[in-house]
């Protein structure tokens, strides 16, 4: 039988289907032989509190999500999750996700040719969500490390990792943005990509075709926990400058300025006279900061920060924080017309701070069928809650089924005491694929306890 071929007519030319298809097509089989050997499977294993079972009590959903022990239980067992991590020197240093290791007693680190290490953790940092391992071991197969800022948009990579506990699974895809922020999480200048991600993958390296590193696969948004076409990774120059602090120092010091910045819109570059809308403008300056002892003013445009530009707010926080504390750098600011150089020394950021923009996360999008803000002092009043979450919005069926409202005050989500809207994302990032969410509110003068039922993948 004659092998059938497409040929395609475009301008009087002739295109072999095959053809054009695999010479647009990168192959990344050299890639993965190359980089497969430095990736690990990640176990982590948290010993559980023994409790002995007594007598049955009702409402058994509701204390399990908020954390009172249902004695009519049986006593708790280990819990054991799962990720990846990738090796980056020769003598056992592997970088993961903090989350993948956190509260862990043992873990163990299967390599691909079947070993199994016990691993100890060197350090970890929440605000970055990275982790520094180390194993007892000697000319460990290494990943190249590349640099976020050679890494262009459209740019094909490829991701190693262990989704749902499937080990050494390649996926691949195309980086879609550089510099988001996610959830009101300022240092770091998340890469969106397009490469499928899935729960196991956390801690594994996002690769070059140029078998480089350039970050760790991270997150997802997601409704239903699975994979919906984009996915989230730290810059690894992020995370390598995490590591080294952590290796040596053992905590990661981030510099502060001490501004409240938004972005520039047209209209307040028309009014400013500035050619385009660019920058960082500052809307506050703390009494007796770096910024307000370098003479930083409100209404500046802070458009360089130590010979780099500044093309939004977003972009200025990751970069002040990879500056060490009481250095001095340079910035450039857009005041009445004109450029002018301002010389500062940057104080330290409180390790328990999350930096922030004035427009930071008055609303969040929780991407569970309903919306969060915080608490105006108006809300405050209104319903004597000084803390928690207020329901701005509704978009899903179930939620409003669940007689979840407009208005609402959040005060708990399943298990996690619910002071801000960091606690809030921090709960939902924690929730398991399928589990319930089970709300404590304040609705009109009195509390309640809603569940809204979840869909497993």
């Known amino acids: 039988m004659k092998q059938r071929l497409s040929i395609f007519m475009f301008s009087g030319f002739m295109l072999l289907a095959s053809g054009f298809v695999s010479a647009q097509l990168p192959d990344f089989t050299e890639l993965v032989k190359e980089s497969a050997p430095a990736v690990v499977n990640i176990r982590a294993r948290e010993n559980a509190e023994q409790s002995a079972p007594a007598q049955n009590m009702p409402n058994e959903e509701l204390f399990r999500f908020f954390g009172i022990p249902n004695p009519g239980t049986p006593p708790n067992r280990d819990r054991v999750s799962g990720g990846t991590g990738f090796i980056i020197s020769k003598d056992g240093y592997i970088l993961t996700n903090r989350h993948v290791v956190d509260g862990a007693d043992k ?27 180390k194993v007892d071991a000697e000319n460990l197969p290494t990943l190249k490390v590349g640099s976020v800022k050679d890494l262009e948009i459209g740019e094909w990579v490829m991701a190693i990792g262990s989704p749902l506990s499937f080990e050494n699974s390649v996926t691949k895809g195309i980086v879609s943005a550089k510099g988001r922020r996610i959830r009101g999480q300022q240092y770091i200048p998340y890469i969106q990509s397009d490469v499928p991600i899935n729960r196991g993958n956390s801690g594994g ?42 290796r040596e120092n053992g905590v990661v010091k981030r510099g502060l300025l001490g501004v409240g910045i938004e972005n520039v819109t047209q209209k307040m570059a028309d009014y400013m006279g500035m050619k385009k809308p660019q920058g960082a403008l500052v809307n506050q300056v703390s009494e007796d900061s770096a ?16 010979g780099q530009d500044i093309s939004t707010a977003d972009t200025l926080p990751p970069i002040v924080g990879m500056v060490e504390p009481n250095t001095k750098v340079n910035l450039t600011v857009f005041r009445d017309g004109k450029n002018k150089r301002i ?78 809207l960091s ?10 694929e399928g589990e319930p969410l089970v709300l404590l509110v304040k609705q009109g003068p009195a509390n309640r306890f809603i569940v809204i039922e979840r869909d497993a993948e």
Not at 117 to 122: D, G, H, Q, Y
Not at 236 to 246: E, G, H, K, T, Y
Not at 293 to 301: P, Q, S, T
Request: aromatic residues 4%.
């Open 343 to 420: 010389t500062a020394q940057l104080d330290a950021l409180d390790e328990n701070a999350v930096a922030s923009t004035s427009e930071e996360s008055n609303d969040l999008k929780a991407g569970i069928g309903f919306s969060v803000s915080k608490l105006s002092d108006q809300d405050k009043n209104r319903t004597g809650e000084s803390s928690g979450v207020i329901v701005t919005d509704i978009t899903d069926r179930d939620v409003q089924r669940a007689q979840l409202q407009v208005g609402d005050v959040i005060k708990k989500v399943n298990k996690k005491p619910i002071d801000s």
């Open 423 to 432: 606690d809030f994302s921090d709960a939902i990032d924690e929730l398991k």
């Open 291 to 306: 910024a307000d002892k370098a003479g930083i003013e409100v209404g500046d445009v802070i458009v360089e920060f130590n």
């Open 205 to 246: 390296p996002l690769i070059n075709m140029a078998g480089e590193v350039v970050a760790i696969n991270t997150l997802i948004f997601s409704n239903t926990g699975g994979y919906m076409g984009i996915s989230f990774s730290i810059p690894i120059d992020v995370a390598i400058n995490v590591a080294d602090q952590l």
């Open 107 to 133: 873990i163990t680190v299967t390599m691909k040719d079947r070993r199994e290490l016990e691993a100890e953790i060197i350090g970890e940092d929440e605000a970055s969500d990275v982790a520094l391992l």
